[in-house]
Nanobody
Framework: QVQLVESGGGLVQAGGSLRLSCAASGRTFSRYVMGWFRQAPGKEREFVGRISWSGSSTYYADSVKGRFTISRDNAKNTMYLQMNRLKPEDTAVYYC?????????????????WGQGTQVTVSS
């Protein structure tokens, strides 16, 4: 099993920045597609972005494109989400996820392993 632990969430003022980390353990990390998702109260879980196994390819939701950057450090078994120019509507619990299968996808149901989530709150 792949174990995922998110960290780095917190309270930040609108316009500020925050970096989330997702530490993976249990299985090999380097070949997995990994993604970030978020969920606000009363909302469906929303795709934020994903990154290929090599880190060479990323894809983002339109709502965060240009503001968020995903990266991964396979030597550290860690994925990151750098969030800049944060907005109040970015407030949510953020989850990292690993797709055990092949192929890139933005659908949460296609991801097999999930972290516990970390709260990000952006004040106006």
């Amino acid at each position: 099993q792949v174990q995922l632990v998110e960290s780095g969430g917190g309270l930040v003022q609108a316009g500020g920045s925050l970096r989330l980390s997702c530490a993976a353990s249990g299985r090999t990390f380097s070949r997995y597609v990994m993604g970030w998702f978020r969920q606000a109260p009363g909302k469906e879980r929303e795709f934020v972005g994903r990154i290929s196994w090599s880190g060479s390819s990323t894809y983002y939701a339109d709502s965060v494109k240009g503001r968020f950057t995903i990266s991964r450090d396979n030597a550290k078994n860690t994925m990151y989400l750098q969030m800049n120019r944060l907005k109040p509507e970015d407030t949510a619990v953020y989850y990292c996820a690993v797709r055990g299968g092949t192929g890139a996808t933005s659908a949460p149901e296609e991801y097999d392993y999930w972290g516990q989530g970390t709260q990000v709150t952006v004040s106006s």
